[in-house]
């Protein structure tokens, strides 16, 4: 079984920052790529705010460049996303999303977080 658990969350005023962080845990072989993606108020799709591989590359959508960074450590099989100069239309719940090499049973699949609550608001 895996699980990911996120934390950081919460509210903050315009132009404030916040860190979100992701573990994965459970029956790993190895993490590929790691991502955060973020679902805004009334909206049905969930969109990429920010994604790093294995190797560190990373890439970021239009909305957020210049403002989060993503980063990772992959001995503890975390991910995080630090949020500078927030806006209030970056309010919404942000799930992390990591696509993992099982050890049992032998599989890859992608695994999601519960989802964390960002309000930026003043």
């Known amino acids: 079984q895996v699980q990911l658990v996120e934390s950081g969350g919460g509210l903050v005023q315009p132009g404030g920052s916040l860190r979100l962080s992701c573990a994965a845990s459970?029956?790993?072989?190895?993490?590929?790529?790691m991502g955060w993606y973020r679902q805004a108020p009334g909206k049905q799709q969930r969109e990429l705010a920010a994604v790093i591989t294995s190797g560190g590359i990373t890439s970021y959508a239009d909305s957020v460049k210049g403002r989060f960074t993503i980063s990772r450590d992959n001995a503890k099989n975390t991910v995080s996303l630090q949020m500078n100069n927030l806006r209030p239309e970056d309010t919404a719940v942000y799930y992390c999303?990591?696509?993992?090499?099982?050890?049992?049973?032998?599989?890859?699949?992608?695994?999601w977080g519960q989802g964390t609550q960002v309000t930026v608001s003043s």
């Open positions: 999303n990591a696509e993992i090499r099982r050890s049992v049973p032998l599989r890859t699949d992608h695994y």
């Open positions: 459970g029956s790993i072989f190895s993490i590929n790529t």
